[in-house]
């Protein structure tokens, strides 16, 4: 396995004592191992080498036999002429140039634990194989990648606000508008809360924020959910007003079979969803420009800790009445908005404008966030893992979608010190 032994050299968990030219025995001391080419071309270039008492600086290619350089026809290759040392695990040919001049060789020895330990992470079956050994990574050293984990999913998430960015003229306002309505779908309807949000511009509901009524209109009307006929008198109410804005905007609604009720709980109804953004945007006009300004969580969750219309006290959907309840965006459900919105604009703003206070801003804002609880984290937890806030559990997030998912333990620092470990 070529990616076993390139992870080898790379790290250098191999038989460094016993590493030494095939053709004359003189030893091999790797000063640089190389940086990792990812394209054609040989598997490390700009390493550095000394053999016997010469330093070589070149290229280093891997096999797991020396005879796969014909097999893959490097000797007719120019690229692989810079090649100054040849790494295999079995020497059953000698491997030449472009020119016929011979290319030296080195037999790598990997111990059998760390193969086993490489091998039983890149062949589990089970996604987090790791989670029963994560004790042993020094606390140090998974504070220091947790640290970069939750950098890394920031980024991955600025690239999807610039793509709004780029798609709306750098609308800033109505990027956020978009990006804080699909994040109110909380998964499962995330993605019809974002296509009302592109099918209902933001300057609509900002012309109407001084009355709360032609807010709620505009919302589920564009959602499609006042479609039909309907005896309950506040459902007519918004129905009627829908239809005149909808003719002022000239609105196309979306379909509302695309929200779902199916598997969530009551207060997660996109009919509640639905009146809270209402509320939101009803309470708060510049809503943004706060979080530029003053992104401390206290502050922005009294954003959201607002009242909705008096029906909602009383319904979860149109129609039938339940018992009296506030049904304001809860504490929970504002830190993962927060996390989700808020934290993404301040970091893509100060990429955007080139002012890295605002990622710092950002950063601080996840650690003032208390953690996330779910499916992702709890696994974690369980097994000793002490995340002390929202921005350890959104690195664990990252962890586990972009390394343990993808099956990249070998990229990753809690899979190299577990090898390590093992040398």
Known sequence: MERLLHYA????????????????GAPVAVIDPGIQHQ?????????????ADTVWAGCVEIHHKASDWRVHHHDRDPAYDAVILHVVEEDDAPVCRTNGERIRQAVIRVPSGVREHIEWL?????????????????????S????????ERLERKTEAVFALLKQYADDWNEVFYITLMRNFGFGTNSDAFEWLAKSLPFH?????????????ALLFGQAGLLAEAGDDPYYQLLQREYLFLQK?????????????????????????????????????????????????????????????????????????????????????????????????????????????????RALQLLEQLAPERNSVVTPFTKAGVQLKNAADTQAIIQLRREYCEKKKCLYCRIGYHLIQNKK
Do not use: M
């Open 9 to 24: 050299w790379k790290y250098k968990l191999y038989d460094e004592a016993g590493l030494c030219c095939t053709e004359d």
């Open 39 to 51: 394209d054609a071309g040989p598997d490390f270039f700009n390493a550095k080498i000394r053999i």
């Open 122 to 142: 890149l062949s589990r079956d089970t996604p987090t194989p790791c989670l029963e050994h994560i004790r042993e990574v020094e606390p140090l050293h998974l």
């Open 144 to 151: 220091a990648w947790l640290t970069a984990l939750v950098s």
């Open 204 to 216: 609509c509901i900002r012309k109407q924020r001084d009355n709360p009524l032609s807010v709620e």
């Open 248 to 360: 002022k905007y000239g609105l196309t609604p979306i379909e509302g079979f695309l929200f779902r009720n199916l598997r969530t709980r009551p207060v997660n109804f996109p009919h509640i969803r639905l009146a809270q953004l209402a509320a939101v945007w009803t309470a708060n006009d510049t809503l943004f420009s706060e979080i530029l300004e003053n992104a401390q969580a206290d502050v922005l969750k009294e954003r959201f800790n607002v009242p909705l219309s008096e029906y909602w006290e009383t319904h979860y959907h149109f129609g039938p009445v339940s018992p009296p309840k506030k049904k304001a965006v809860g504490v929970k459900a504002t830190c993962t908005v927060l996390i989700n919105t808020a934290v993404p604009l301040l970091f893509a703003w100060g990429k955007r404008k080139r002012q890295p206070e605002y990622g710092q």
